[in-house]
């Protein structure tokens, strides 16, 4: 139960978790579809920001970013599904039930903007250069469970909305916008 919890925690909210070990018949792992809100953040410029940066400085920059941002997606009910680099793929509505993920999921880019505000001030204050992130979500019908292999496997989501999701991420860039939503969401 104590290994159960632990690994759950490094995924989902502390919540979550609760409710998963309270009645885990209503979580399906394997996999199942279900409507969920994906959201994809990425940091503007990333490679060129940090060619100048030794690997200790780039891993604490990173380090510091990912709380700030994972953190987020839990407080607002979301699973960490992974990180691709510099960027964060979060769904919400899986593994559990979330009658308002698409809520959770814009309330969540918003906090990230305003957090990652005050974070670029104390970058700026100690001369360092600020970030810039883009976010895209969309809502839709995803397959999650577990995927992979025996050796190791990770709680994902796949599908047309994970790649819409991503794909309106990267609109930001040509719109200069910060997050942008889909229709569906």
Partial sequence: RE?????????????????ILKDPTKIKLDGEEREATI???D???????????????????????????VGTVFQYSGTLDKFIGDSIMAV????????NHPEQAVLAAIEMKNLLETFNEIRLE????????GI??????????????PERFEYTAIGDAVNL????EGVNKKYGTYILVTKST
């Fill in 3 to 19: 290994f159960l919890q632990d690994t759950l925690t490094r995924y989902v909210t502390k919540q979550v978790v609760e409710k």
């Fill in 39 to 41: 959201l994809f953040t």
């Fill in 43 to 69: 940091i503007r410029g990333f490679t060129g920001l940090v060619e100048d940066m030794v690997p200790e400085e780039l891993v604490k920059l990173l380090r510091a970013y990912f709380i700030l941002m």
């Fill in 92 to 99: 919400f509505g899986a593994p559990v039930d979330c009658l």
């Fill in 126 to 133: 100690k001369g360092s250069k600020s970030l810039n992130i």
């Fill in 136 to 149: 895209g979500i969309c809502t839709g019908k995803v397959i999650v469970g577990n995927l992979g292999s």
């Fill in 165 to 168: 999701a991503s794909r309106v």
